[in-house]
Every structure is written in C-alpha cells, then in structure tokens.
C-alpha cells in the first residue's frame, strides 16, 4: 500500500524537524531561553542537506538504517527524499501531504487528519521559531546553550499523544544536527543530519 502507515508517514514528517538549516546567527555560549532559540530558529532561509536515519523497531533485531536529502522552502514547503534503501518522496506542500515511491503516488489533505495536521503544524512553527503555535501543540523543554541546545516536545493533541511519546531536537545556533523520535509504542528513530 502506497501511503501505509499514517504513523510511519508522521514519523518520516518529525525527521524534517532536523531540516532546520543554515542560519548564520551568532549569539555567545551561555544558557537561553525558549524565545532566544525562537528568534535565532526564525533566521533559517531553508536549503538542502542529507540525512541518515537510523530506525528501532521492536519486531526487528537490527536498526533499519536509509540516508537521503532534505529540503524546505519557507514558508510551506518540506521534503524528505529517501535514495537508499529504495527512493521515496514525502512532500508537504501548505495543506497537502504527498508520497511518492516509484511510479505510484498519493496526496492527502491534511484537514482529512487533524492529529497529523497537529504534528505537521508544529513542525512548521519550529521552522518559522514561532513559539506560540510550538506552545499551544507541546509541552516544551529546552536545555543548554546556544552552541548546544536540546529541545523536548511532548505533544499535548490526544489522537498525537497515541502515536509519539516525544520529541528531541539538538542542535547548535540554528542547525538541527540529530532529532529523535520516540513513538508510543516503543519504537524510535535517530536521524543525523549533515551540516549544509
């Protein structure tokens, strides 16, 4: 099936959380808070980097590892392209999620899945460093400084609370370098991402 999972596409979505590129801002090294990492997040231009993600899924006994690249252009668009192990394409597009693989193709609107729209929502407040949108979809948590931060997300959205425990974000100035999934189920994926 095409689209498959919807907590699979979800999760691939979350990856894109790590897309927060480029942003030349230079702030000194001492603690922050939540609207210093905003303001500095809200600088990204967008781009596109790689990606290598490594997935745990109980059921198997080795991690299920694909690498490929990742771009956004502010304000709407987001895509993951995964090359390896085979080529997929996750597009969001304003409203509109599409998935590709091969020659096969499906586009869904996001108000068809509020929970999903809940977790794509906050993925473009993070992009955009707009806080209180990240505020009324997450419990937040940061911790460390500019040249070393750990953001925490733990959805808030009922139907979200289903499918992801959280989120972890870290990152240097504002350059998402890992971002952690852990699904409810115990499942989690950790996706490195190459500095662009």
């Known amino acids: 099936m095409i689209f498959g999972n919807l907590s699979l596409c ?4 979350f990856t894109i959380f790590l897309y927060l590129l480029g942003g ?24 596109k980097t790689t990606f290598v993600e490594r ?11 694909s690498s490929g690249e990742l771009r956004f252009d502010p304000p709407y668009r987001l895509e993951r392209r995964t090359l390896k192990p085979r080529t997929e ?18 586009t869904v609107s996001l108000t068809e899945y509020p929970e999903v729209g809940v977790l794509i929502e906050s993925i473009r407040a993070t992009l ?26 733990t959805p808030k959205n009922t139907q979200a609370i289903k499918l992801v425990k ?29 500095k662009p």
């Open 10 to 13: 979800i999760h691939k979505f």
């Open 24 to 47: 030349l801002a230079f702030q000194p090294a001492w603690s922050m808070d939540l609207p210093q990492l905003m303001q500095v997040l809200a600088q990204n231009k967008g781009g």
């Open 55 to 65: 997935k745990y899924v109980a059921m198997l006994d080795e991690p299920v590892e």
């Open 89 to 106: 394409t996750l597009v969001l597009e304003k409203e509109t999620l599409t998935l590709s693989q091969g020659k096969s193709s499906r």
């Open 128 to 153: 955009a460093g707009d806080q209180k949108t990240l505020e009324r979809y997450y419990q937040i948590s940061l911790s460390g400084t500019l040249t070393a931060w750990q953001l925490v997300l």
């Open 166 to 194: 959280l989120i972890r974000l870290i990152g240097q100035k504002s350059l998402v370098s890992r971002v952690d999934v852990e699904l409810t189920d115990g499942d989690m994926s950790i996706m490195t991402i190459a």
